[in-house]
C-alpha cells in the first residue's frame, strides 16, 4: 500500500471520528432550544471534564448568557442534556409530570461499584418499592425520639470544639463539624458508636474522608460512570472492589446479623432494613441483595454526614464574616436557653424563627447538591411550547444558579436571612428554592438533617464566637473535583469560648 493510501485510511477514520462526535449536534437547534456551540469530543463539558471549573460555576455562566430563555440545550460529549430555567416548566418536571421524569438519570454501575444502587440514583422500578418502605424512619415522631441521641453527640461536639479551640489555632470547620455528623449518623440510623469526636483513628470517619476526597481513584471513576458508561460494565469486571465497598458491606451485614442473633430492636434505619431482609416479597419483584441493603446504608451514611457538616461549616462560615448576625443569632440561642432553663427540646427548636432564615438563607447561596437531574421515561411536550424531547433525555435543573439569580433574590452573594421572612417568602415562586429538591424524589432525609444541623448549630454558637482568621478563605472558590459544593481549601476559622461568669 503507497503512502498515498494510507493518507487517504487515516483521513478517512479522522473523517468517521469526527462524523461520529458531531453527528448529533443540531439536535437542540431542530428543536428551536438556544446553546453554546459544542466542541467535538468535550461537547459543553470541556472545563468541567479537565476539572477547571466546578459544574455549579459553569453552569451559572450559561444561566447569565442565556438569561431570557427558559430552556438551554447543552452537550456532554456528544449526548444532549437540557438545562431548565422556568419555574412552571420545573414543576411540571418535578411534580405535576413526575411519571415521565421519575428517574434521576443519575449514572450508577453495579459491577463497577456495589454501593451505587442505592435511593438517591436507583431506577424507578426499584426506588419506589424502597422509598415506600424507608420514608417512615424520618417521621416527625422519629425525629423527636432521635432528639436526646443527637443531643449527646452535640455535647461531645461541645467538648470537642473546648479542646480544639484551646490551642488558639485556626480550626477547620468542615472535618469538626462532619465528626459530630458522623456520630450522629451513627447512634440514630446505626445503632453503634463511631466515636468520630472521640477517637482521631475512628474508622467509620476515616471511611467517610474516603468517599468524598478528591482522590485520583475518585475522580476517574466518577468521570467513567458520567462520561464513558459504556466503559464502566467492562471494568467492573476486573477492577477490584474499593476499600469503602468493602467496609459498609462487611459493616452493614455483620451490624444486621449481630442484631438478629441477639434478638436486639432499636426501631432505626438498619432494623427497617432487617426487616426487609427478611420479608424481601414485601418489594415485590424486586432482587434484594446483601448489596443493595448495603448501598442504601451507604448513601444514608454519606449524604446524611457530608451535606449536613457542609451546611454547618458554611454557616460558621458566614456567621464570622457577618458579626452582627452571629450576635442576633446567639441573643435567640440565649433567650430560648432561660426562658426553657436549658432543657432544648425538639419544639423549642423549630420555634427559633432566625436560626431558621439563617439555615435557609445558607442553603439558598451554598446548596451541597447544587444541580438537580432528572431523565425522561418517554417523550415529552413542555406546557405552553412547543419543545419535544424524546426518552432518555437528561435535564439539569441549575438550584445554585437559580438561588444566585439577582432577578429572584436582589445582591445575591450578600448573606441576608431576612429574605427568608414569612412575607418575602410568599411573593417568591417555590420553584426557585429547591435545596432539597421537590416532589416525590425530594430528599427524604431533609427533616433528619435540618434536625442534626440546627442542635450542633446551637450548642457550638451558644458558648463559641466564630472569626475570620488569616487562613479563611475569602473569597469563597468553588472547588472542581467535589460532588458536594465545597471551597476549595475548606473552611478555617477562629474559634473562642465565650465567657458567662
Request: with cysteine.
Amino acid at each position: 500500500m503507497g503512502f498515498f493510501e494510507i493518507l487517504c485510511g487515516i483521513a478517512a477514520v479522522l473523517f468517521g471520528v469526527y462524523y461520529y462526535l458531531t453527528l448529533n449536534f443540531d439536535f437542540w437547534k431542530s428543536r428551536g432550544i438556544c446553546g453554546p456551540q459544542p466542541v467535538p469530543g468535550f461537547g459543553n463539558f470541556k472545563d468541567v471534564m479537565l476539572l477547571k471549573k466546578s459544574l455549579p460555576d459553569y453552569l451559572m455562566e450559561i444561566y447569565n448568557n442565556y438569561k431570557n430563555e427558559s430552556m438551554v440545550g447543552i452537550f456532554v460529549n456528544r449526548t444532549p442534556f437540557l438545562i431548565v430555567k422556568d419555574a412552571d416548566i420545573i414543576k411540571d418536571i418535578l411534580i405535576k409530570d413526575f411519571t415521565v421524569f421519575a428517574d434521576r438519570g443519575f449514572p450508577f454501575h453495579e459491577k463497577l461499584d456495589p454501593l451505587s444502587p442505592h435511593l438517591f440514583a436507583l431506577e424507578p422500578k426499584r426506588w419506589r418499592p424502597l422509598r415506600t418502605r424507608l420514608s417512615p424512619v424520618f417521621t416527625s415522631g422519629k425525629l423527636k425520639e432521635m432528639f436526646s441521641l443527637i443531643s449527646q453527640c452535640a455535647v461531645r461536639l461541645e467538648l470537642y470544639a473546648e479542646k480544639l479551640a484551646s490551642k488558639n489555632e485556626p480550626v477547620e470547620c468542615r472535618e469538626l463539624t462532619a465528626k459530630y455528623t458522623t456520630d450522629v449518623i451513627g447512634t440514630c440510623a446505626f445503632g453503634l458508636e463511631m466515636n468520630a469526636l472521640s477517637d482521631e483513628d475512628s474508622e467509620f470517619r476515616s471511611m467517610g474522608r474516603l468517599i468524598f476526597a478528591p482522590t485520583r481513584s475518585n475522580i476517574i471513576r466518577g468521570r467513567l460512570k458520567q462520561f464513558l458508561p459504556w466503559l464502566c460494565g467492562i471494568l467492573g469486571y476486573i477492577l477490584p472492589e474499593t476499600e469503602v465497598t468493602k467496609f459498609f458491606k462487611r459493616a452493614v451485614i455483620e451490624t444486621i446479623e449481630c442484631r438478629d442473633t441477639n434478638n436486639i430492636v432499636r426501631h432505626d434505619f438498619i432494623d427497617t432494613l432487617r426487616e426487609l431482609r427478611k420479608h424481601p416479597d414485601k418489594l415485590g419483584d424486586i432482587n434484594l441483595t446483601d448489596n443493595l441493603i448495603a448501598a442504601q446504608a451507604f448513601v444514608f451514611f454519606a449524604a446524611g454526614f457530608e451535606t449536613s457538616a457542609t451546611t454547618m461549616s458554611n454557616v460558621f462560615y458566614e456567621l464570622a464574616i457577618n458579626q452582627e448576625i452571629q450576635d442576633k443569632l446567639r441573643e435567640e440561642i440565649d433567650e430560648e436557653y432561660i426562658k426553657h432553663n436549658g432543657n432544648f427540646t425538639y419544639e423549642n427548636m423549630k420555634k427559633m424563627s432566625y436560626l431558621d432564615k439563617i439555615f435557609k438563607e445558607t442553603l439558598r447561596k451554598y446548596p451541597p447538591v447544587a444541580t438537580l437531574t432528572r431523565k425522561s421515561t418517554s417523550s415529552y411536550t413542555f406546557n405552553g411550547t412547543n419543545v419535544n424531547i424524546p426518552k432518555d433525555l437528561d435535564i439539569l435543573i441549575p438550584i445554585y444558579s437559580i438561588q444566585r439569580d439577582s432577578d429572584i433574590y436582589p445582591k445575591p452573594d450578600v448573606f441576608d436571612p431576612e429574605r427568608f421572612s414569612d412575607e418575602l417568602v410568599h411573593t417568591r415562586n417555590p420553584m426557585f428554592y429547591l435545596p432539597f429538591g421537590d416532589g416525590p424524589r425530594n430528599c427524604i432525609g431533609a427533616r433528619f438533617a435540618v434536625h442534626q444541623t440546627k442542635i450542633g448549630l446551637v450548642t457550638i454558637l451558644r458558648n463559641y464566637k466564630v472569626e475570620t482568621c488569616e487562613k479563611t478563605p475569602i473569597p469563597y472558590v468553588n472547588d472542581p473535583k467535589t460532588f458536594i459544593l465545597t471551597p476549595i481549601h475548606g473552611i478555617y476559622l477562629k474559634m473562642s469560648k465565650i465567657n458567662r461568669s
